[in-house]
């Protein structure tokens, strides 16, 4: 049996405010392998960003281990300086992150952004057109991102995912802005690609079919500490 | 319509625009307290410059042709002495001069007794003005002011002859001051010419905290009008609400403005005061009325100008390549104008022009560069910060050119000041070579004096002194017969007292001709104007008698108007009219008032005037020191208040860009590498203002020196250049760029908990 690509255990994050701590994620433990999707379903406020945040290192959990590409990441101070760097490298090379909107700097052309995150993933940037052609956006290259359509925004932010090879993409929401037609669209992109490349997927979102096109579902309930 | 349209409730309408301050404070805390320190700015360069014009005026006006009565025994002028001379039939006009316990000089004068002066003389002048005002007031009113100092004058026209005077007394001429010469006014205008830089610089902060705030309203505005609120009454709401602001602030600035101005005009009349005896008379200053007028005037411009003039706001609307053209026509336009323009105003003009192509092309050329950079760039990261430069530039306008501007000003203020100062210094120097100046009674016998000083010079060592007899020449013109009247300053012996003079041009061992009689010298000013060389030879009638000298040297005069020839008293015919006879003494190991008591009795007077050189340079230095100190402190605060301004802008600006930078930490940047990144940004903005602050500062100091001085003044002060003060300014300026970093690091520095807040972000301008 392979290794799985992501393995959580035991998984804890609560916030604190005021002098209330809002528990947010409970004991969570999953895994995902390799070439696998998973939806992250939940109403608003059930802590589905705050998973994918502590998925890619941006936030930190209270208790737990994440597992990721064999890299163990025990929760905890200890270390925190070079599991900030860990996470930081694979952030730059393993870990594709799409949210829901502005995924790309307004000051760089489409294909200059997909340059720009090939680049720091250490891929090869001449095949940034390419990516964008196959998310057939290949005309607008040279338009900046105030430019295009919502839509098209989104297609360049998957462009931009692609271009650094991930081995795990962390989507929020990557279709929330979108018109039903569009958001179909842009999904079936994103899917196809993930196939065919073979990376990790976890989407977060609110519509159940995205969720049903999903191999694994989680959903993490209700509104949790209100 | 229309009934709808007046029935548009003000009240809730107020409420609901004024209910952006309520959210956000600051922002009127900060367009409050900048139209507060811009007027301050303003009104506290404007009030110094005329202040201390107009005093500089009255007293020229006072000394302009004037002599005075003086008792023979050397007393001091009492009630009585008036009541005698009018007796006798002699035109007098008391003049009363009393320094009162606090505040500046005030003048008693009678202008009934006026009247036998006539029209046309400097006195009536002056005393055709009302005597309600300061500082000429009424006789009487002077005689009750409780002073710490008073003295009684008695002035007579010019046709009273002293044989027309009784016994006892004799004419003397009466001299409140020897002219400044006209480096003081230059001083002025030059400050004057700061004013207006101060106030354009503000109103372009003003300008750029204003349109903030209304972008951040925008879309109050926007619902209003979905509301069914016609744009007109939202505009009229906003011309009221700055209005009542610009009121509420205005009048505090000009106060502060004042008082800043008590302090540098204090300094600057202290130093006329004690350098040249000019008093500063109380100045009638400026009202209030002119500053706070300018002042709203200013503030609804630079808020509100685009909005009064719709026309205007086509310009602003122009495409970018447009408006960069016609920015560089009016840049071109301008230099070409500066070094061309015949007359002040044109400079003027030129001056603005520069300004204003500048500061339209300065972000454009900013961005225009950053793209070029960035296109050509490899680096990923690096093109990212160009491009992000790019946008920078673009939505910081307004701050940026601000800053360009004070940075500019601060650069050619600090180049004048410091050229100012140097040149003060020297005709410090000149002017007051010894340690004493004695003056020779009237009557009294010089030559006795200078034998004495002569027979102690080999006994006392350091001592050191000259004579100097002052009268006039007539110096033929070229080509024309009817002759030049120039000042005569002659000297002897011609020791190393005045061989410290600077020359500025001269023949081989200049001061040993002098003192050998073969020649004269000149000062810079007759040179000009008349063309003298050195080598030339002058037609010099001195007295009765005429002959040729030759030149042998040109001194530098700093702005004395009146030619003046420079020579060796020894060879003075006996017939040349002495008008005014002193001694020079530095005293050496010799006590001075062993001299001054040895003098005294050599011309049997009961007292001496002395003035103690020493402790006027010590004061005048001091004096400059200050008013140079606090011109550089106006123009550092300025500086500062723009710094603060874009640093204000760069944290409104960059919270709304926060995102694109934790975008980067996303994508796998450490925390230190994005804020190294956000570090040379900020660095690679503020240094590149200052680069282009740099051309901008010292054409400046180009037009003030060499286009500007000379049109008014006739003559130029050297230009000199200060690399280490550029250096200073980098500094500085990258220390801005550090500051606004750090600032902009601590907004990053914040948990990135929900980066997904995408509804919430705004800023994805390009
Ligand atoms: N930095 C924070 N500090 C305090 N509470 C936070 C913070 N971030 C998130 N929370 C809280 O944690 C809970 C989960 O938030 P999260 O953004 O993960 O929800 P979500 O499932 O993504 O919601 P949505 O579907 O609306 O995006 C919410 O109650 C939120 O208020
Ligand atoms: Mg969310």
């Known amino acids: 049996m392979t290794e799985s690509l992501l393995a959580v255990r035991g998984l804890s994050k609560q916030f604190v405010s005021g002098n209330e701590t809002v528990p947010v994620i409970e004991k969570l433990s999953f895994t995902l392998d390799e070439g696998q999707s998973l939806a992250l ?47 930081a490298s694979l952030r730059r090379q393993q870990i594709g992150v799409v949210f829901q909107e502005a995924n790309l700097m307004p000051a760089l052309s489409l294909l200059e952004n997909v340059q720009f995150r090939a680049q720091l993933a250490g891929r090869d940037p001449s095949k940034s057109e390419d990516w964008l052609a196959r998310l057939d956006i290949g005309e607008l290259a040279g338009r900046y991102p105030d430019q295009v359509s919502g839509g098209q925004r989104q297609r360049a932010a998957l462009a931009m995912v692609f271009a650094m090879e991930p081995a795990l993409i962390l989507a929020d929401e990557p279709t929330g802005s979108l018109d039903r037609h569009t958001a179909c669209e842009v999904a079936g992109v994103l899917f196809d690609l993930q196939a065919r490349h073979g990376c990790g997927l976890i989407l977060a979102t609110h519509d159940a079919e995205l969720a049903a096109a999903c191999q694994h579902h989680l959903d993490l309930g209700h509104l949790s500490g209100l | 319509m229309n009934g709808s349209r007046s029935r548009t409730p003000l009240l809730p309408l107020a409420r609901a625009l004024l209910s952006h301050y309520r959210r956000h404070p600051l922002q009127l805390l900060a367009l409050a307290v900048m139209i507060v320190l811009a007027t301050m700015l303003w009104t506290g360069v404007n009030h110094l410059t005329s202040q201390a014009r107009a005093s500089l005026n009255q007293s020229e006006q006072a000394v302009a042709e004037r002599q005075q009565v003086l008792r023979d025994d050397g007393r001091d002028l009492v009630v009585d002495d008036f009541v005698s001379l009018r007796l006798a039939g002699v035109c007098v006009m008391p003049w009363l001069e009393v320094t009162p316990e606090t505040g500046n000089r005030l003048v008693g004068v009678d202008p009934l007794a006026a009247h036998c002066f006539g029209a046309g003389t400097g006195a009536s002048q002056v005393l055709d003005q009302p005597l309600d005002g300061k500082p000429f007031v009424d006789m009487h009113t002077a005689a009750t002011i409780d002073a710490l100092e008073s003295r009684l004058y008695l002035l007579t026209p010019e046709i009273t002859q002293a044989a027309d005077l009784p016994d006892g007394y004799h004419l003397k001429t009466f001299s409140v001051s020897p002219d400044t010469g006209e480096l003081g006014d230059s001083f002025l205008l030059n400050l004057e010419a700061l004013g207006v830089l101060v106030l354009l610089i503000t109103a372009l902060l003003l300008r750029s905290v204003y349109l903030l705030g209304l972008a951040q309203r925008r879309d109050s505005f926007a619902l209003l009008h979905r509301f069914g609120v016609p744009p007109g009454h939202v505009q009229s709401w906003l011309l009221l609400e700055i209005l009542s602001l610009a009121l509420v602030c205005v009048v505090p600035g000009v106060w502060l403005g004042r008082w800043l101005a008590a302090g540098l005009g204090g300094g600057f009349g202290q130093a006329l005061d004690g350098l040249f ?21 200013v503030v609804l411009v630079a808020c509100l100008g685009d909005l009064l003039l719709l026309r205007f706001r086509e310009l602003f609307s122009l495409p970018v390549p447009a408006r960069s053209g016609l920015a560089t026509v009016l840049l071109v336009a301008g230099l070409a104008m500066a070094f061309l323009a015949p007359s002040l105003l044109w400079v003027f003009v030129a001056v603005a022009l520069v300004f204003a192509g500048a500061g339209w092309l300065t ?17 990923p990261l690096t093109r990212w910060r160009y491009r992000e430069l790019a946008v920078l530039a673009r939505r910081l306008t307004l701050p940026l050119v601000a800053l360009q501007f004070a940075l500019a000003m601060v650069l050619a203020i600090q180049a004048l000041v410091t050229t100012f100062e140097d040149t003060f210094d020297r005709w410090l120097g000149q002017r007051l070579e010894a340690a004493y100046y004695i ?35 007539q110096l033929a013109d070229v080509g024309n017969a009817s002759g030049l009247q120039v000042d005569v300053f002659a000297v002897a012996p011609v ?38 060389e050195v080598g030339d030879s002058l037609l010099l009638t001195l007295g009765e008698q005429s002959g040729m000298l030759p030149v042998l040297g040109i001194y530098p005069d700093y702005g004395r108007p009146v030619g003046e020839v420079l020579l060796n008293s020894e060879t003075l ?20 008032g062993s001299i001054t008591g040895a003098l005294k009795q050599l011309w049997g007077v009961e007292a001496l005037a002395i003035r103690d050189n020493g402790t006027i340079r010590e004061l005048a230095t001091g004096v400059f020191d200050q008013t140079f100190a606090l011109t550089r402190a106006m123009t550092l605060l300025t500086l500062i208040l723009a710094a603060s301004a874009l640093l204000m802008m760069g944290w409104v600006f960059f919270s709304t860009r926060a995102w694109y930078f934790r975008l980067l930490e996303v994508w796998g940047m450490s925390q230190r590498q994005v804020a190294g990144q956000l570090l040379r940004l900020a660095l690679l903005l503020t240094g590149g203002i200052a680069i282009l602050a740099l051309p901008l500062g010292v054409w400046l100091t180009w037009v003030l020196v060499h286009r500007i001085n000379p049109l008014a003044f006739g003559w130029s002060l050297p230009m000199a250049v200060y690399p280490a003060f550029w250096l200073q300014l980098a500094v500085l300026s990258l220390a801005i760029g550090l500051s606004i970093s750090v600032l902009m690091g601590r907004q990053l520095g914040k948990p990135a908990a929900t980066p997904v807040s995408a509804n919430a972000v705004v800023g994805g301008e390009r």
């Open chain 2, 573 to 592: 015919p006996d017939g040349f009219v002495i008008r005014f006879e002193s001694f020079s003494v530095t005293p050496g190991e010799l006590e001075i």
């Open chain 2, 439 to 473: 003056e020779v009674p009237a009557g009294a016998d010089g030559n006795k004096a200078a034998q004495s000083l002569t027979g102690q010079q080999e006994s006392v060592p350091g001592l050191q002194w000259h004579r100097v007899k002052r009268g006039q020449a």
């Open chain 2, 277 to 297: 005896d000019i008093p500063l008379y109380a100045g009638q200053g400026q009202g209030w009325i002119t500053p706070v007028l300018v002042m709203l005037a």
């Open chain 2, 363 to 379: 972000p454009v050329a900013v961005a225009y560069v950053a793209h070029w950079r960035a296109d050509r760039m490899a680096e």
């Open chain 2, 495 to 532: 020791g190393s007292l005045i061989r410290q003079w600077a020359l500025l041009e001269a023949v081989d061992q200049p001061w040993k001709a002098l003192a050998s009689g073969q020649g004269v010298m000149v000062n810079e000013q007759l040179a000009r104007r008349q063309k003298i």
């Open chain 1, 41 to 87: 379903t939940g109403r608003s406020g059930s802590g589905k960003s705050t998973l994918l945040n502590l998925l890619c290192g941006l936030a930190s959990p209270d208790a737990g281990t994440i597992v990721l590409q064999g890299l163990v990441f025990e929760a905890g101070s200890s270390g925190a300086r070079q599991k900030a760097a860990a996470w």
